[in-house]
């Protein structure tokens, strides 16, 4: 299973770091994925990692802004969010691709975090 | 990027009735597409990938077919778990992307 952590409310500009716990699989051969769905919206995939961490990719709406990065030895992923937006707020989803292949469907989700980014 | 229109946004159905859920996509994506089934504070659930093919555990009144743009998902018996929001999902191309979702409720 996957538990997210790290959400609440931040100012416009400010950070937040996010964290997702795995367990139940080997988190290490995994490719992982983070994905956000804003208020009354739908699904938007945010980043992904490989599973060594050698290869990182970021929707353009973030770039620049986020970072994604793992810690195999404690089965975390991790979300650093810098320069946060309104249109950032959001239920953060970290999620595991189905195989080792660099894109593949969704297979594991956890519960999502929230991401409130408000005055 | 690649845009996947769901339709149609809203299905309202009578539990025991068929649904059938479309999913397009603005150019082809094989058959990398999935669907999920989502529930308010629920994780998202994986049904059906490389467009045809369930995913563990998911029950055989779930279905998905299609290739290229064009894909639907049946679901042949609605049971009362089954209301919910779908989403189809490709992963041809990064960045993936998902439809906008069609709400399937009690009629």
């Known amino acids: 299973q996957l538990v997210e952590s790290g959400g609440g409310l931040v100012q416009p500009g400010g950070s937040l770091r996010l964290s997702c716990t795995a367990s139940?699989?080997?988190?290490?051969?995994?490719?992982m994925h983070w994905v956000r769905q804003s208020p009354g919206t739908g699904l938007v995939s945010v980043s992904r990692?490989?599973?060594?961490?050698?290869?990182?990719s970021y929707v353009d709406s973030v770039k620049g802004r986020f970072t994604i990065s793992r810690d195999n030895a404690k089965n975390t992923l991790f979300l650093q969010m810098d320069s946060l937006r309104a249109e950032d707020t959001a239920v953060y989803y970290c999620?595991?691709?189905?195989?080792?292949?660099?894109?593949?469907?969704?297979?594991?989700w956890g519960q999502g975090t929230l991401v409130t980014v408000s005055s | 990027e690649i845009v996947l229109t769901q339709s149609p946004a809203t299905l309202s159905v009578s539990p025991g009735d068929r649904a059938t859920l479309s999913c397009r996509a603005s150019?082809?994506?094989?058959?990398?597409l999935a669907w999920y089934q989502h529930k308010p504070g629920q994780a998202p659930r994986l049904l059906i990938f490389?467009?045809?093919i369930r995913a563990t555990g998911i029950p055989a009144r779930f279905s998905g077919s299609g290739s290229g743009t064009d894909f639907t998902l049946t679901i042949s018996s609605l049971q009362s778990e089954d209301f919910a929001v779908y989403y189809c999902?490709?992963?041809?191309?990064?960045?993936?992307?998902f439809g906008g979702g069609t709400k399937v409720e009690i009629k």
């Open positions: 999620a595991r691709g189905r195989s080792d292949w660099s894109l593949d469907a969704f297979d594991i």
């Open positions: 139940g699989f080997t988190f290490s051969a995994s490719w």
């Open positions: 990692i490989r599973s060594d961490g050698s290869t990182t």
């Open positions: 150019q082809s994506v094989t058959n990398d």
């Open positions: 490389r467009a045809t």
């Open positions: 999902q490709q992963y041809t191309i990064w960045p993936l992307s």
